[in-house]
Structure formats: structure tokens, C-alpha cells
């Protein structure tokens, strides 16, 4: 009997090829999950995670490292509104005594 060698009919990839293809094309894994009791939904989260080189992100608009998290490219009516609610935020604080944190102090700790 002789000995065969097995052929592969798929080419071989090492992980920096595969690697460097995923960064270089990017991927999106979405997935939604619901909670519901008794047909009441309690809480639904929406997850949506990109992977992919900071060039591509760059590409897509997803350069929120440059835009401190995305609030100085939000329309003036929404920043105002922003703000707001860090001022009603802070008054809840004081008035619940759990000691107020201003919004810089927040950003700070982000």
C-alpha cells in the first residue's frame, strides 16, 4: 500500500492575513435583546459593535475620539438641551443631599 498525502482544496490563512483582511474590510456583529414578563417588554438594549482599523472608522465617521465623544458635532439645539439636563441633573443632587457633580467633573471621570 502506498502512502497518499492529503491535499487541501482551501488555502491556508494565518491569523495576521486574517487579521489584517478583518481590520482592513471592517465587521458588524448587531444584535437586539428584549426582556419581557407576562408580553410586557421591561427593557430592550441594541448592541452594535464595528471592528476595524482606525483608518476605515475614519472613513465611516466613527472618529469619536476626535470629537470628544461626538457632543461638539451635535446640532445647537441639542447641545442646549445637553446641557440642561447637566444643570437638572445637578439641582436633583443638591436637592437629594448625594453631594452634585458638575458636568466637567463628569467628563473628567468619563
Excluded: Y
Excluded at 500500500?1 to 491556508?12: D, F, G, N, Q, R
Excluded at 427593557?43 to 472613513?59: G, H, K, N, P, Y
Amino acid at each position: 500500500m502506498s502512502a497518499h498525502s492529503m491535499t487541501h482544496s482551501v488555502e491556508s490563512t494565518n491569523i495576521a492575513d486574517l487579521l489584517e483582511r478583518i481590520l482592513d474590510k471592517g465587521v458588524v456583529i448587531a444584535g437586539d435583546i428584549t426582556v419581557k414578563l407576562v408580553e410586557v417588554e421591561l427593557l430592550t438594549i441594541q448592541i452594535r459593535l464595528v471592528i476595524c482599523s482606525v483608518d476605515r472608522a475614519r472613513e465611516l465617521g466613527l472618529d469619536w475620539w476626535n470629537h470628544n465623544g461626538g457632543a461638539d458635532r451635535l446640532p445647537a439645539g441639542e447641545r442646549l438641551a445637553l446641557a440642561a439636563m447637566d444643570e437638572r441633573l445637578e439641582r436633583i443632587e443638591r436637592a437629594l443631599g448625594a453631594g452634585a457633580v458638575s458636568a466637567e467633573q463628569r467628563s473628567a471621570a468619563e
